[in-house]
């Protein structure tokens, strides 16, 4: 045990203390470079002991060095390309940067193996290119085995195929760190398109990376982008940018991926998911991140061959009843992802969910920065039956906390639909902004309702919402349907004002329970049977601006009541949808029951009271 944590203390160390003052002790170039130590890299390879640093030639950009070989590696070693040649290599003349060189050109031969097969080893790999590689195994680009370390630093891994899984990437039981690395373009005939991660693995993007445009593309694969099969995932990279063929860090984050089966982004089965937006400046998050960029979870679709089986367009999300399975989600931007069901996000059995805004939303720490006012988006997903941004057949507990979920579409639950398999089901809303998921039934959706709440007679569903906006969604028969049998729904001190759809609520559930209390809402009649308390039915007047649903100043919803029914729930968040600390009492307003806010705004000065309609011409 010691020998083996002394060895990776060490490597650990090389990896970090590579500079640019490094001269290498054996270098790989050109056939005419007679400086260079080797011609092919597997020579080095096999020439070198453990912990060597191979100095690769690339040539330049006008006259690249592509080096046709399959690599296999079973020695700790570091490959770094980026030198115009040997000389420099050999004497760390005009070092290698990510911005002033071409990449060493690995173009995997014929011959159905990866590329670059690592078994066992710790690896540490700079400045490739590697495509065209073609496994009949797994693993298409780079296949790697062995509980060790793997670190790809401004790396290009495209256009590699697997006729099994991980058409970009295999591994197993590898922990893999991708730093300014981008997995783009690879197919697997089964799962995984880019990467595929099994048995204790663990896979890391920092920096600018990505994984986009892969696919698994036989008959109801898996995985487009990622496939997790008892494996870690750990993001801190995405981006704002729109998708440039020209600029590779456009494709940060988890992005166009396809699947014809299930998770067109993610696949996870039995793994832990944490997608960590923002900047993190302590403990083992030190330096990761950045403050700038959300996390990138877009344009994924599940289904991609339109058969009707392919749920979890962006993440689909999955375990057994003896494993419990997390996915944690900050500051992040979902949208545009598409499914049978679930178009952004598909929560199976024995599962845990949070999405939110702050790293920390209780008691009082959050975070003051982000990429914008929003920070924590759930928008334009589809699907095409149930649940346009989530469905859920069984989670332990599903929380969404300080996000906007707009735009969202499907036949039914244009937001949530849960369908549950399993016995206990709590999800809970908390100061979010819920508006326009659905138009009418118009394009191609029934848009029937918002929520879509089914449980059988072996299975109990809590819905909590406290301090949500819910407003002009537009659904086609009922903002909430509560079916099926033991259900409960609490809604408090929210605004659930909708009178573009025809009812609020559709509550057919039998031995199950509804209330609301201190709710700003447009009719109770659909309700009726229901515990209704400190009820207001008057407009909330927002100021409608660009999509802006925050309380004017004039509100009935300011100051209107207290939290004696949101304390006895467990989330308790101090802040509103902006980030603002509660509780704001407004001088000159009096305090109907309390001085809490309805909804997902906390109103402290008061907006201008000119008001900007919108309608579905301008969606």
Known sequence: MYTKIKLFTAFTFLLVVYSNTIAYTITVGSISDNTCNYNSIQAAINASVDYTHIGIASGSSTNRISYNEQLLITKPITLVGGFIDCQDASQAINPPTETNIPLVNLIGSTGNKASIEINHADVFIHNFEISGGNNSIHGGG???????????????????????????????????KLIDTHVIANTAYLDGGGIYCQFDGKVILQKNSGISFN?????????????????????????????????????????????????????????????????????????????DTPINLNNNQANSDNDNYGNGGGIYFNSISSFLATLDIHQAKIENNSAYSGGAIYLGENSTFNMRRNLYPYPLTHDTNCWSNKCSTLSRNKASYLGGAIYIAGVNNAKIIQTHITDNRANYGTVIAVEAIQQY???????????????????????????????????WIDLIIKHNTI?????????????????????????????????????????????????????????????????????????????????????????????????????????????????????????????????????????????????????
């Open 425 to 459: 089901n709590t999800i809970e809303l908390t100061h979010n902004f819920i508006y326009h998921n659905g138009r009418d039934g118009v394009g191609g959706f029934l848009d029937r309702t918002v929520f879509d709440i089914y449980s059988s007679s072996a299975r």
């Open 142 to 176: 780079l296949r790697a085995i062995g509980n060790d370390l793997l670190v790809l630093k401004n790396l290009f891994i495209h256009n590699n195929t697997s006729t099994t899984k991980g058409g970009g990437i295999f591994l197993n039981g590898t922990t893999l």
């Open 471 to 619: 407003t002009d969604n537009h659904a086609t028969n009922s903002v909430i349907a509560l079916l099926g049998q033991n259900n409960t729904l609490k809604v408090f001190s929210s605004i659930l004002y909708d009178s573009s759809s025809p009812q609020i609520g559709e509550l057919l559930s039998l031995n199950s329970s509804s209330e609301f209390d201190c709710v700003n809402i447009n009719e109770t009649t659909s309700i009726a049977s229901a515990s209704l308390t400190r009820m207001n039915v008057g407009d909330p007047k927002f100021n409608v601006r660009n999509y802006d649903y925050h309380i004017s100043a004039n509100s009935p919803a300011i100051d209107y009541c207290d939290d004696s029914k949101i304390g006895t729930y467990p989330t308790i968040v101090s802040v509103d949808i902006d980030n603002i600390d509660g509780i704001k009492d407004v001088i000159g307003v009096t305090d109907l029951y309390g001085p809490w806010d309805l909804g997902a705004d906390e109103n402290y000065y008061g907006y201008p009271l000119d008001v900007i309609y919108i309608d579905s011409f301008d969606w």
């Open 215 to 291: 696919q698994s593309s036989g008959s109801n694969t898996n995985g487009g982008g990622i496939y997790l099969n008892e494996c870690e995932l750990l993001i801190f990279s995405g981006t704002d940018k729109n998708v440039n063929p020209s600029d590779i860090n456009s494709y940060n984050g988890i992005s166009n991926n396809n699947a014809t089966g299930h998770g067109g982004g993610i696949f996870a089965y039995k793994s832990k998911v944490e997608l960590m937006g923002g900047k993190y400046i302590s403990g083992i998050h030190t330096g990761f991140g950045t403050i």
